[in-house]
Structure formats: structure tokens, C-alpha cells
């Protein structure tokens, strides 16, 4: 079935750091890329998605390019604030037939310290 | 208002109670779903429903039942609660695979 692998957490940094998280999936046809952010008390909002290979989905400072070859989905940020602490998700949705569901990975909690 | 909207927020219920978690959206989606998060576990996928007479179950359904009584309402519940079920329920919304999900704020649920 279809499946998302993050990075564990947490990842702490310092602010104006560069950030990675790491993503890869596993599906069956061709899914559409999505990150997630969790602000804490907050439910999820759609950061940035990507839908097919090579597209580069960019939001806010942070970007992820959709790697088919490596089915990978990497997020960036190149300086990061103490406002992104948050939990990061990474997911993907399939289409089979009608139906589509989101799949999500277990969630990376980012740290951002003065 | 909030486009999706969740209630309660916090419940806090006794074993072998009936619960009931409401969501209602005014996105205009047809698509609704309620997950549960763990920590650790991340989004587990509970029910799905693409239109008022469709529904479907998802990865962790047993324990739960749903009713969508609109397009724009789609309810859980908790048929007899247990203490295991303690977790932050999210029900989002979606128009069309390639566009993402709205998620509600969440209801944070203890079950003691």
C-alpha cells in the first residue's frame, strides 16, 4: 500500500539555519506531494504541493521539487524563524478510480531557537 | 467563521459512553474525512465520504461510525468509548485529489 517516511524528530536549529527534511514514499500510480504544517493547537495547513515529476512547490520561504527517480520530497527552507516551530507533515494522495485519500507520514517536529 | 469547523473542541467522556464529534464546512466540497492523531503515529485515516449517500471506511474504522447528513456535514461517533480512542480527531475537506485537504481546528478527546 501506499506509505510516507519522514525524518524523526525533533530537529532544533538555530534561527537564519538551513532546513532539510527528509521524505520518501511509496505508492502505486502517480501521487500528487504535499507538506503540511501544525502550529501548536492548531489542525494542519497545506504548505506547499507538488503533482508531478520535477515540479517545485514553494510557499513562505520553503520549497520541496518532486523526485520520481529517488520518490523523494524533501522540504527546504534556506533561513528558518522562531515562527516556523511547528510539527511538519509530509503526504501524498492517489487516485484510483474515484476514490482518493490522503496518506501521512508520522510528522517532524522543527525547533527554531533565538 | 472558520471554513471547516469542528465541535466540540475539548471532550472529556467516561468508558462505555456514546460520543458524537460534529463537523460542518462551508468550502462547498463534497469530499469530507475524519482522521486521528497519535503522537508518533501521525494522521490515520478513520472515514471517508465523497457524497451524502457514500461512505467509506478508512484505515482504523472499527470503533467508529459516521453520518454525513449534508454536503456540508459529516459526523463521528464513538458508539462506546474506550480509553485507547484518547486522541485529537481532524476532519478536513477536498474538492478534487491534486488540491489538498482543509482541516478543521480539531477535538481534543480524553476518554477516562
Known amino acids: 500500500g501506499d506509505s510516507v517516511t519522514q525524518m524523526e524528530g525533533p530537529v532544533t536549529l538555530s534561527e537564519e539555519a538551513f532546513l532539510t527534511i527528509n521524505c520518501t514514499y511509496t505508492?502505486?500510480?502517480?501521487?500528487?506531494l504535499f507538506w503540511y504544517v501544525q502550529y501548536p493547537g492548531e489542525g494542519l495547513q497545506l504548505l506547499l504541493k507538488a503533482t508531478k515529476a520535477d515540479d517545485k512547490g514553494s510557499n513562505k520561504g520553503f520549497e520541496a521539487t518532486y523526485r520520481k527517480e529517488t520518490t523523494s520530497f524533501h522540504l527546504e527552507k534556506g533561513s528558518v524563524q522562531v515562527s516556523d516551530s511547528a510539527v511538519y507533515f509530509c503526504?501524498?494522495?492517489?487516485?484510483?478510480?474515484?476514490?482518493?485519500?490522503?496518506?501521512f507520514g508520522t510528522g517532524t517536529r522543527l525547533q527554531v531557537t533565538l | 467563521d472558520a471554513d471547516v469547523t469542528q465541535t466540540p473542541r475539548n471532550r472529556i467522556t467516561k468508558t462505555g459512553k456514546r460520543i458524537m464529534l460534529e463537523c460542518s464546512q462551508t468550502?462547498?466540497?463534497?469530499?469530507m474525512y475524519w482522521y486521528r492523531q497519535d503522537p508518533g503515529l501521525g494522521l490515520r485515516l478513520i472515514y471517508y465520504s465523497f457524497d451524502v449517500k457514500d461512505i467509506n471506511k478508512g484505515e482504523i474504522s472499527d470503533g467508529y461510525s459516521v453520518s454525513r447528513q449534508a454536503q456540508a456535514k459529516f459526523s463521528l461517533s464513538l458508539e462506546s468509548a474506550i480509553p485507547n480512542q484518547t486522541a485529537l480527531y481532524f476532519c478536513?475537506?477536498?474538492?478534487?485529489?491534486?488540491?489538498?485537504?482543509?482541516f478543521g481546528s480539531g477535538t481534543r478527546l480524553t476518554v477516562v
Open positions: 503526504a501524498l494522495s492517489t487516485l484510483t478510480g474515484t476514490a482518493s485519500k490522503l496518506t
Open positions: 468550502k462547498g466540497h463534497d469530499r
Open positions: 478536513a475537506t477536498s474538492d478534487d485529489y491534486e488540491d489538498g485537504y482543509t
Open positions: 505508492a502505486t500510480g502517480y501521487p500528487s
